[in-house]
T-cell receptor, first 112, second 113 residues
Framework: ETGVTQSPTHLIKTRGQQVTLRCSSQ?????VSWYQQALGQGPQFIFQ???????GRGNFPPRFSGLQFPNYSSELNVNALELDDSALYLC???????????FGPGTRLTVL | KQEVTQIPAALSVPEGENLVLNCSFT??????LQWFRQDPGKGLTSLLL?????REQTSGRLNASLDKSSGRSTLYIAASQPGDSATYLC????????????FGAGTRLTVKP
């Protein structure tokens, strides 16, 4: 059984660009959540997807958007990148809503 | 609004010591509380999960307690080892159908050989 995987590992973008981050859920998991972790802080909830639909959102602007595909893999898209978007982006999958979340290794995004 | 605080922010101990990490939260209406370990630049590894109806959970040298009424949890690590060096995060889940977890900023633990 494979765990949660994320790609790419690292990414460097410039202000104003757009970025797409990818996450493959653990086998059999239909729920995925995305978190942003700034340096020295705990992760902050961005949103979650359940069976391909957004099912909850944290305090992030609309330029943070996502998708979940029929195979339950997921994307996080960020438009009009700002310097403060530099962070570690984590995705977590779970068997269903409210079940234990298993985290991927993260994508380190640097915005210059 | 649920806020999670972890004290201390950093802790350095000699190998073999027993230690306690603290986590407090402002709203006692939680579904569960989870402790994670994070190595530098890496993702999160779940250590222990305590449901709101439980008082404690144990796994090997780790023991986590939960006092929901006072908004506190502790993670006890027995006989610490250099390999325990990492950042330890606690997180509370707000509802059964909600994957929104509120995290503390973590305690950075260093265990010296």
């Amino acid at each position: 059984e494979t765990g949660v995987t994320q790609s790419p590992t690292h990414l460097i973008k410039t202000r104003g660009q757009q970025v797409t981050l990818r996450c493959s859920s653990q086998s059999g998991h239909n729920t995925v959540s995305w978190y942003q972790q700034a340096l020295g802080q705990g992760p902050q909830f961005i949103f979650q997807y359940y069976r391909e639909e957004e099912n909850g959102r944290g305090n992030f602007p609309p330029r943070f958007s996502g998708l979940q595909f029929p195979n339950y893999s997921s994307e996080l898209n960020v438009n009009a990148l700002e310097l403060d978007d530099s962070a570690l982006y984590l995705c977590a999958s779970s068997l269903g809503l409210g079940d234990t979340q298993y985290f991927g290794p993260g994508t380190r995004l640097t915005v210059l | 609004k649920q806020e999670v605080t972890q004290i201390p922010a950093a802790l350095s101990v000699p190998e073999g010591e027993n230690l306690v990490l603290n986590c407090s939260f402002t709203d006692s209406a939680i579904y569960n509380l989870q402790w994670f370990r994070q190595d530098p630049g890496k993702g999160l590894t779940s250590l222990l999960l305590i449901q709101s109806s439980q008082r404690e959970q144990t796994s090997g040298r780790l023991n986590a307690s939960l006092d929901k009424s006072s908004g506190r949890s502790t993670l006890y690590i027995a006989a610490s080892q250099p390999g325990d060096s990492a950042t330890y995060l606690c997180a509370v889940r707000l509802g059964v159908g909600n994957n929104d977890m509120r995290f503390g900023a973590g305690t950075r633990l260093t265990v010296k050989p």
